[in-house]
Each structure stands twice: as structure tokens, then as C-alpha cells.
């Protein structure tokens, strides 16, 4: 029996971060409750180590590498293709339609199996018409294998699930759009089980800054005025854009964490009736005990070292405070192994910026031995769903510094109701990629004793009123309840 399959694309038990640590909060803290993890990573070779303590409630786990490299000899020498690859068609149109087919797990392994996905004139055929149809000037033979690139891991998902099908599984919940909602959309259709859906980031937004900063997809040097993409980082954006709309339309709820995130999900073709907000919550207790009343003069970036946290502009930030302020740290707290070739690009401007005694490299390490050490924590990302290092952050009583994206101004400044605005700001919001206005956000900060304990008070004020985890946790116990109830099946709880 699993009471709940949480579809885990890229992230736990592999990956920490905030979505892992969501969800292993979810599983850890509804002890009666039965879970199961289906993993889908790029290859197995990208992840290797397991990053958490697997609770005893945890009863399924498997794993899907949606990009290794399957086989020819895997595959039958003789095959049948029944199916009209034509039902891709929409994946890469404004308009989706007739996607129930190939949500069908049996369209891949019956009607249109993966040797003909390789091997058939038709799947040629169906890719020189839309490519015919969009009327790009660029080479047929990137368009070809873009297409091929793109549609491949559907096969390797669908052609590993059988098993997941075979088990007595009451609900389906994926934390993101993606190849993981469209396999939750499929689950659902073919098992008749509620189908959760949790953006902590939007999912859609995310991957095409993405795309657009990806060096992986072949660039042309003409001019395309569609979200200044190429062709090519358009073919992306379109298909993962519409495996959102599947998504969405099968999900029976569809969860933001925040009111912002909630109107892009309409925007993006959510039904309103469909929408709720769960913000996230923290066990404050536990962080309570990180107080203090000194500020130690140091700041701390906690996240992955890649594009999409802009740690270059921390460092460009740091570098203009510490020309004012000589007695300032700054500890850059996370893994560098996801983006290492930006890894290494952050590490060098430090070292052009003649910081290497002033901005430190830590890696991973536990919050309960960081915010014992730093008076303000950061983040200068260019997009994020609602971090919990800041709702974090605030249990310990240290106050934030973040660009406005996602939830960062209304975890800051207040925003879920008027008493949450009336608390008062616990921190500075700035705009995206703006050193200069970070800098003189963290100077205010650790230079001004009566502002540093305003900020500390309100953030342990709102932290404790609104975002704790018992919160969060009962809300999605009541959910996966009132869904399972809907559908006939049992509940969770009495």
C-alpha cells in the first residue's frame, strides 16, 4: 500500500535544497502515513550519493534516468507501428489538444514503440511537417535532432513504469510541472487516483531561463522576436510550456506557496477553482535555540553556486561594500557541482576582486552550525519559489536581504494578510542583479544596532504566526484527506 507517490524530478533524496527538504518533511512528519518516491534524474551517473536519512514510512522508491543512453540491443528487431506520431504535433503548438493518448503508457510500447521512434519514416516524416510548418531558416538536421531530443525521454519514462501500475497506490503528488506532472497527469489516468500538483518555483518560467542561458542547445546568429529565444530554445520553451498546461489540467488541486505564484499559475492556464495556497513551514522550535544578540559582521549565501541564484552579483555586491566596510565576511554556503563551470567563473571573480580572504567558499553545511556565525543571510537570485533559508533564517532571528522574486517580498515585508503586513519588514528587497542596492541593504543592516533588532524581532514574529510547520503539514494531510474521500478511497486520518 502507498498512500501517497510524490514524483521526485531531480531532486530528493539526490539533491538537497528546498524541495527536497519539503518533501522530506512531508514524509518524516506524517509518520502514519505511507509514501513512495519515484525518482526521474537526467543519468544515473549524475547522482550518486543518496543526501538523506530515508524515514521507515518511505516503502517504495524507484528510479527513472530520463537521458542515459538506451540501447539499441534493449529492442526488438521486429516491430509494429500502429500509432500516428502526428499526436506530438500539439506538444509544440499554441493550442494543445488530444493529449490523452500519449499519456496512454501503451502508445509507447504498443502502438508507436521506441524502434520506431528511431527507426520509422513516419516519425521523419512528422518532424519535416513541423518543420515545414513553423517556417524556420535554420539547418533540417538540428531541427531533426532537437525534436528527437526532446520526445526521447518519453519512451525511457513510459517503458519503466509498469511495476508502478502493479501497486495499490491511493494518491499521486508531484512537486512540479514538467516530465514529472506529465507522468503524474498519466498515473492518474490510467489508475483513477487524485493527482496533486505543488509548484514551489513556476516550473515553466523556470526552465526557460534556463534554456535561455543554456550553452547545450545550438545557437544561430539571426534575429527571432518570441521571448528573444532562437529557434531551437523556442522548440524547448513551447514543449515544456505545454507539459505545464497537461499538468494542470489533470491535477484535481493545484498548490502555489504563495498569491503572486498562484495568478501566474491562472495566467498560465490553471483553472482559478483549482488553486491553493499552502506556504511553506519550518520547525521553529528547533532554530529557536540559534538565537543571539550579537551581529556578527558576516553575511551567508545559502543555495546551489548556479546561474539562476546570481551569485556574481553577491560577489560585485560584497566587493562595493567592502570598500566601506573592512571588518565584513561573506560565507557563500552550498554545492558546486550542479554548474561547475559557473562554479569556477564565481570563484575566479573573486579572485579578480582580490576577495579571497573576504568571500569564502564553504560548501555544504548544516544551518545549526552557519547561523550561529553570520548576522544576515542573502539571496540575489533571478527566480525562486518561497525559499525556506529565509523563513529558516527568521527562526534563528537573523534578518534577510533578497532580490524580489517569487515569495522574498512577501516572506520580508508581510503580505499574506493585513496583520502580517502590520509585523513589519524583517529585512531589505532589492531588485534583481542591483550590487549596488544589496550593498548598501547589508551595510544598513550590520551597521545599525536599533534597525538589526527591529528587523530580528519582526522576523521571529512572523515566522512564528504564520509559517510553521505544523501549519503547512496539517494543511496537506487535509488536502490528500478531502481528495482521497472525493474519489472513494480511504482517509489518512479520522
Given amino acids: 500500500m502507498i498512500d501517497v507517490l510524490i514524483i521526485a524530478e531531480g531532486t530528493y533524496p539526490y539533491v538537497s535544497g528546498g524541495v527536497s527538504t519539503w518533501i522530506h518533511q512531508l514524509i518524516t512528519n506524517m509518520k502514519d502515513v505511507k509514501f513512495g518516491i519515484l525518482f ?21 522508491f524507484k528510479k527513472i534516468f530520463i537521458f542515459d543512453d538506451y540501447s539499441f540491443k534493449k529492442y526488438r528487431k521486429s516491430y509494429s507501428c500502429k500509432g500516428n506520431p502526428e499526436i506530438f504535433m500539439s506538444l509544440f503548438e499554441e493550442n494543445i489538444k488530444d493529449y490523452d493518448n500519449f499519456l496512454n503508457p501503451d502508445f509507447y510500447k504498443k502502438n508507436f514503440p521506441y524502434e520506431c521512434f528511431l527507426q520509422n519514416k513516419n516519425i521523419y516524416y512528422f518532424i519535416e511537417n513541423l518543420y515545414q510548418k513553423r517556417g524556420y531558416n535554420l539547418h533540417f538536421s538540428d531541427f531533426f535532432w532537437t525534436i528527437r531530443n526532446v520526445l526521447t525521454p518519453l519512451w525511457y519514462i513510459f517503458n519503466e513504469i509498469d511495476d508502478v501500475f502493479n ?4 494518491l499521486v503528488h508531484s512537486p512540479s510541472t514538467g516530465y514529472a506532472g506529465l507522468l503524474g497527469a498519466s498515473i492518474k489516468q490510467k489508475m483513477n487516483i487524485p493527482f496533486i500538483l505543488t509548484e514551489h518555483g513556476i516550473y515553466t518560467k523556470e526552465r526557460k531561463i534556463d534554456i535561455v542561458q ?66 511553506n513551514g519550518i520547525d521553529v522550535n528547533m532554530l529557536a535555540s540559534l538565537r543571539k544578540d550579537s551581529i556578527p559582521k558576516r553575511i551567508a549565501f545559502l543555495g546551489r553556486v548556479v546561474k539562476i541564484k546570481d551569485v556574481k552579483t553577491l560577489i560585485k555586491a560584497f566587493k562595493i561594500l567592502s570598500l566601506k566596510a573592512k571588518d565584513v565576511e561573506c560565507w557563500i554556503v552550498g554545492p558546486e557541482d550542479e554548474e561547475p563551470d559557473y562554479a569556477k567563473e564565481c570563484r575566479e571573480l573573486v579572485k579578480n576582486f582580490e576577495l579571497e580572504n573576504k568571500v569564502i567558499f564553504k560548501g555544504f553545511m548544516n544551518i545549526k552550525d552557519l547561523f550561529p556565525h553570520v548576522g544576515l543571510v542573502t539571496l540575489t537570485s533571478i527566480s525562486e519559489g518561497m525559499p525556506m533559508v529565509i523563513l529558516e533564517s527568521f527562526a534563528a532571528g537573523i534578518p534577510f536581504v533578497a532580490t524580489d522574486v517569487g515569495a522574498c517580498r512577501q516572506l520580508i515585508e508581510g503580505g499574506l494578510n493585513e496583520e502580517d503586513i502590520a509585523i513589519g519588514p524583517a529585512g531589505f528587497v532589492t531588485k534583481v542583479g542591483d550590487a549596488s542596492a544589496l550593498a548598501e541593504s547589508y551595510y544598513k543592516i550590520l551597521y545599525d544596532e536599533a534597525l538589526y533588532k ?34 472513494g478511497r480511504y482517509r489518512l486520518s479520522a
Fill in 167 to 170: 501497486e495499490d497506490i491511493a
Fill in 40 to 60: 526521474l534524474g537526467s543519468r544515473q551517473e549524475d547522482y550518486k550519493n543518496i543526501k538523506y536519512k530515508l524515514p521507515e514510512n518511505l516503502t517504495y
Fill in 454 to 487: 527591529t528587523f530580528q524581532k519582526n522576523a521571529i514574529e512572523r515566522v512564528e504566526r504564520f509559517y510553521t510547520k505544523e501549519n503547512m503539514i496539517n494543511s496537506y494531510k487535509h488536502l490528500y484527506d478531502e481528495l482521497k474521500e472525493s474519489y
Fill in 214 to 279: 543554456a550553452k547545450w542547445i545550438k545557437e544561430f546568429p539571426m534575429f527571432y522576436n518570441y521571448y528573444d529565444l532562437d529557434p531551437l530554445k523556442r522548440v524547448w520553451t513551447d514543449f515544456f510550456t505545454n507539459l505545464g498546461k497537461i499538468s494542470y489540467d489533470k491535477a484535481d488541486k493545484i498548490v502555489s506557496l504563495y498569491e503572486g505564484a498562484r495568478k501566474i499559475q491562472i495566467s498560465l492556464g490553471a483553472k482559478p477553482e483549482k488553486t491553493v495556497i499552502i506556504p
